[in-house]
């Protein structure tokens, strides 16, 4: 990975000027009630979404996501650069963007009160959550309000007022209530065809001034749901969009898990039976009953079971050929496409949308488009193992003052090159060193902390005495 930008990035960034106004083919959609959703600290901010009611119950939802094709070219400084590192790095430490912040937190971000080009997925959405038409075009849109994921999530659960920006853009209330109810529904419906029901508790570092004072868990809300809800599905459509075309895609695939047998046995464990053969439907109905029965808990399942099921990847899907489809999300023509800030992958699935809209030619041809499929899924890896890293120095310093004392644990990886565990509280990752013998995936086990090494991110647990 490139962590600077070249001088060359930096000249035509430094150049570069917001995108001009589309065409008399492009939608002007600037009037609808338009809003972004996100951290509360995001600037890079790629989608916006908007619902409006149909008759019978029906709902059109409406996903607008950043042309930053409109802006870097293909071929140029900045996209070899985008193309090179494929992702952006978050890190507690720094944010390593993909694209320049001129770029991905200015012209290229829906920002606030910005008149912005995009690409606009549009769906028809039933009583039930089904996705019954859809669309893909171009459109001219206006972010009305800047939201968060917390505060958003508080006002539609009945816990708190409308945040401020709502209450003064007239109908955003009622607006994010109808987005809230339709993405409710679009989520049960995944959950029936065997999208998996998973929850982790993901760590961020809480500082006092420059000194990590606490790593404490990020969780789900009602918010998050919303916009996970509307991208998975806005994905889904942009992929559909393509096979129906006849242009190739960059697919996102979840391949069967390799250790299914490990997940039944962790099924078994609490009683419960799950199919030989991988069965998504069968997992997700396993579950949502542990969900409902022990919520507290769920977290170390969940954990469980994404260790086991593995790692996405990126594959080309040409017409007229089939590739495995996303198990976690019980989907077969699935895509990257909601967040060209930040991936390449959606840059590139754009590239393909604009030019099956116009009805030319691919821009980039398929041998060209396998290569990239691998790596950016080496390079999505890396940057992986860079956050982890930071976070693992990150808790290593928290916890040198610790040595000594005894932790509850969940063990997170077992193989032959070590066993890896998570604590409960606060929710870091180490390796266990001694006592790791006939542990597995998913077992609970009591650990001490014998040592840490913060330059290198190394934690240490052996298994406490009182558990061998």
Avoid at 236 to 259: K, T
């Amino acid at each position: 990975m490139q962590p600077d930008f070249s001088p060359a990035v930096l000249a035509e960034t430094a150049g570069l000027r917001g995108a001009a106004l589309p065409d008399g083919s492009s939608r002007d959609l600037r009037d609808l009630l338009w809003a972004s959703i996100d951290n509360d600290d995001s600037r890079d901010l790629d989608q916006l979404s908007v619902a409006e009611p149909l008759a019978a119950g029906a709902v059109k939802v409406l996903v607008a996501i950043a042309d930053v094709d409109a802006i870097v070219k293909q071929g140029s400084p900045t996209d070899d650069h985008a193309r090179t590192n494929t992702t952006s790095v978050y890190t507690a430490a720094e944010v390593f963007p993909m694209l320049p912040e001129r770029l991905s937190t200015d012209l290229t971000s829906l920002g606030e009160g910005e008149d912005r080009v995009a690409i606009v997925v549009e769906m028809q959405v039933d009583a039930e959550g089904l996705v019954t038409g859809s669309e893909v075009y171009r459109g001219l849109v206006r972010n009305h309000a800047k939201l968060a994921y917390d505060s958003v999530a508080a006002f539609l659960d009945g816990r708190a007022m409308p945040p401020r920006r709502v209450s003064e853009v007239p109908g955003m209330d009622e607006q994010l209530r109808l987005q809230g109810r339709v993405a409710k529904a679009m989520k049960q419906v995944r959950h029936r065809h065997g999208a998996l029901t998973l929850e982790t508790l993901e760590a961020r570092a809480v500082f006092e001034g420059e000194s990590i004072a606490d790593l404490r868990p990020e969780e789900k809300n009602s918010a998050k749901d919303l916009i996970e809800d509307f991208m998975i599905a806005a994905n889904g459509v942009v992929a559909h969009y393509l096979l129906a075309q006849g242009y190739p895609a960059l697919r996102r695939v979840l391949r069967r898990p390799e250790r299914w047998e490990r997940i039944v046995a962790l099924a078994a464990d609490r009683g419960e039976q799950l199919p030989q053969e991988p069965d998504a439907t069968a997992l997700e109905a396993f579950l949502a009953r542990q969900l409902a029965a022990d919520r507290s808990r769920f977290p170390d399942l969940s954990l469980s079971v994404i260790k086991l099921l593995g790692k996405g990847e990126y594959a080309l899907v040409c017409p007229g050929e089939t590739v495995e489809g996303h198990f976690g999300l019980a989907v077969q023509d699935y895509t990257h496409s909601t967040a060209p800030n930040r991936r390449f992958p959606d840059l590139v699935n754009h590239r393909l949308v604009k030019a099956a809209l116009l009805g030319a030619r691919p821009t980039y041809r398929d041998e060209e488009l396998t290569y990239l499929a691998e790596h950016c899924t080496a390079q999505e890896n890396h940057a992986a193992k860079v956050e982890r890293q930071v976070k693992k120095c990150a808790a290593a310093l928290l916890l040198a003052s610790r040595v000594g004392e005894h932790f509850d644990a969940l063990v997170t990886g077992a193989a032959p090159k070590g066993t890896w565990v998570r604590l409960a509280r606060p929710p870091v990752e180490g390796r266990l060193v001694r006592g790791f013998e006939g542990l597995d995936v998913g077992d609970r086990v009591r650990v001490e902390l014998v040592g840490t090494n913060v330059e290198r991110g190394f934690i240490d647990f052996a298994r406490a005495k009182e558990a061998a």
